[in-house]
């Protein structure tokens, strides 16, 4: 009977932890900030809590070896005049690639303070939003708005030496006004050979592919759409079934109306989570790691929020405004914004 006791109070303590660690609630949020002059930034990529790298709307790209002390960047200039405004960026082992939006599109690889122009794409309507390579780090992909009837997207199978675009034939149709939105670099998600990625404007809606961009499906959301600046801005998955988007009305960002939603198929059918509740607008939405899907943080022009029950609920734990996150591991995360990085510590 003692023996039969005892198993039965490990195995309760071992659930329990597991329990508490899955539903905490922080007690406190605390952010360090780093000025960047006069630039926007929001594509990151953290590799630990001393190494982040950026790309900035001013044509650099950098990096912090040290957690923030120092800062190193190499600015680029397209034909010697024009700056590349990135919103892009992905790493692969130490060789860096940042892609500019509007046109022409501009993809750069850097390694080493050297720097290589990979991809160029010169049209009217060019405009690349986000780029990121899978599991493999053989293959990688970017996508953009349309140029003809589907949406653009670039790929990679050779660590980012070269890119190719898909044709129209081989992708789903787009509506006329359906685009992306280059608001954090987190409108692709990748998992194994798995690729998401979500659309806003005229509507919104997920792309999926299970064959590293060979084959694609695409599926309805009932995120807020029909507008411009309505839609899915971020996707984030923490496994193959359960996934996150969050978006909303850019240019009326506390409208909390239809903007966040969850599915537990992959991205087949998606559920409204909180609505007409906080929060509105966000621009990027992460799963906090080894949290069992609860925990998630969403970032935005009217600050930071926590969720630590799948969405359901949520709290402000900050008012400083960022357009993207990338965490480290459950108590920090890399973050991005307007003129300024950061540091987000959860304890």
């Known amino acids: 009977m003692t023996r039969i006791l005892t198993l039965f109070l490990i195995v ?17 949020a605390k952010i360090k900030q780093f000025k960047m002059d006069s630039c926007s930034i929001r594509a990151i990529h953290s590799v630990s809590n001393d190494t982040l790298y950026y790309a900035d709307s001013k ?8 957690n923030g002390q120092s800062w190193s960047k190499t600015s680029i200039k397209y034909n010697d005049s024009l700056v590349p405004h990135f919103r892009s960026i992905a790493v ?61 997207i670039i790929i990679s199978s050779d660590y980012g030496n070269t890119w190719c675009k898909l044709s129209c034939d081989e992708l789903p149709e787009f509506e006329e006004g359906e685009a992306f939105f280059a608001a954090s670099n987190t409108n692709i998600k990748t998992l194994g050979n798995t690729i998401w990625i979500v659309s806003g404007g005229k509507k919104a809606r997920v792309l999926k592919s299970s064959d590293m961009g ?3 499906n695409i599926y309805t959301t009932p995120i807020v759409q029909g507008n411009g600046p ?3 801005y971020s996707v984030d998955f923490y496994d193959q079934n359960n996934g996150i988007v969050f978006g909303g009305n850019y240019s009326n960002p506390e409208d909390n ?14 559920t409204l989570i909180a609505d007409n509740q906080e929060p509105g607008y966000k621009s990027c939405v992460k799963y906090v790691p080894n949290s069992n899907g609860q925990e998630i943080v969403a970032i935005g022009k009217t600050g930071i929020s926590y969720s630590k029950n799948g969405g359901e609920n949520w709290s402000k734990i900050s008012d400083i405004p960022f357009y993207t996150i990338q965490f480290v591991n459950e108590h920090s995360a890399w973050l991005g914004g307007p003129e300024k990085l950061g540091k987000l510590i959860l304890n």
């Open 92 to 152: 692969n082992n130490d060789t860096v690639f940042a892609l500019s939006v509007a046109n022409p599109a501009l993809l750069y690889k850097t390694f080493n303070k050297y720097t290589e122009l990979v991809y160029k794409e010169e049209h009217s309507k060019v405009f690349y939003d986000s780029m990121h390579f899978l599991d493999d780090g053989k293959h990688a992909i970017a996508v953009g708005d349309p140029t003809e009837n589907c949406p653009s």
């Open 12 to 28: 309760f303590s071992v659930i329990s932890c597991k329990t508490d660690k899955a539903s905490k609630s922080f007690v406190t």
């Open 59 to 66: 044509g650099n790209i950098g990096h912090t070896f040290d």
């Open 257 to 270: 109306c239809a903007n966040k939603a969850i599915t537990k198929d992959g991205g087949k059918t998606w």
């Open 230 to 232: 309505q839609g899915i």
């Open 214 to 216: 060979k084959n694609w």
